[in-house]
């Protein structure tokens, strides 16, 4: 028989893989791609990640100030930093995984590597729900949005790289 406290154990191990996950859409996480994009030689890749994570704060900063959804878990906030932080829509890690799949499969042109990717993002997705920081609509937004800017990251570099 189980000791006490089993099920609860068993719900804060799985509460610390969905944290871990969750991770994955951050900028820690997207920044180290960069890095490890960078120390491969892969500069096709790091220059669209790079102009992607920009546009990701160019638009998501001032959407989530003029038109802020509080974040399901209700986190409060005192000032504009902390409110934008405190803004559900649209969701950041939506944006970064989607624009980290899109380049990453075009860098891999391998469709077994996009379905992996398609499945990174949604996964990072249920996560934010499970930990009640995002709607299903706030997600929708941000893998819109991500897909928007990935094609326009991809654009620019590739327009830089003709260009210099």
């Not at 890095?35 to 491969?40: F, K, Q, S, V």
């Not at 624009?99 to 499969?105: N, P, R, W």
Request: a positive charge; aromatic letters at 12%.
């Amino acid at each position: 028989m189980p000791k006490k406290g089993y099920r609860k154990d068993m719900w804060r191990l799985l509460r610390d893989e969905v944290d871990e996950v969750s991770a994955m859409g951050g900028n820690p996480f997207y920044a180290f791609m960069i890095l490890l994009m960078l120390a491969l030689g892969a500069w096709h890749v790091v220059v669209p990640l790079a102009i992607g994570l920009a546009l990701c704060f160019a638009v998501s900063i001032p959407l989530k100030m003029f038109f802020f959804v509080r974040r399901p878990d209700n986190q409060t906030y005192k000032t504009w930093v902390e409110q934008t932080d405190a803004a559900s829509f649209p969701s950041m890690h939506a944006m970064r995984t989607t624009i980290l799949a899109v380049v990453l499969s075009l860098f891999f042109n391998n469709v077994l590597m996009t379905i992996f990717m398609a499945g990174f993002v949604v996964f990072v997705g249920a996560t934010r729900i499970v930990m009640k920081r995002h709607r299903l609509v706030d997600l929708i937004g941000g893998v819109v949005l991500g897909l928007l800017l990935s094609y326009l990251s991809v654009v620019i570099s590739s327009w830089l790289a003709e260009t210099l």
